[in-house]
């Protein structure tokens, strides 16, 4: 599966990454890409190991604001 999420604060590189690490630590989490110019995180899973709440709650964890 393939879920696109928008994530307002996201300014730097290291937010890029603190996002990024946060989802790809997820069980069932294959592929992570971030695009800062547009706020939208691309995530490549499996929805039998995780959801998309489990990758909100991962995004909010870090400080940053998950949207839809």
């Known amino acids: 599966?393939?879920?696109t999420?928008?994530?307002?604060g996201m300014t730097?590189?290291?937010c890029?990454?603190?996002v990024k690490?946060?989802?790809?630590e997820l069980e069932g989490?294959?592929?992570v890409e971030v695009d800062l110019d547009s706020g939208k995180?691309?995530?490549?899973?499996d929805e039998a190991y995780v959801s998309k709440p489990?990758?909100?709650?991962?995004?909010?964890?870090?400080?940053y604001e998950p949207v839809g």
């Open 16 to 18: 890029e990454k603190s």
């Open 5 to 8: 999420l928008e994530v307002n």
């Open 12 to 14: 730097c590189e290291h």
């Open 29 to 31: 989490v294959h592929g």
């Open 21 to 24: 690490n946060a989802l790809t």
């Open 54 to 63: 489990l990758m909100k709650d991962a995004i909010e964890s870090q400080g």
């Open 41 to 45: 995180v691309d995530v490549t899973y």
């Open 1 to 3: 599966m393939q879920l």
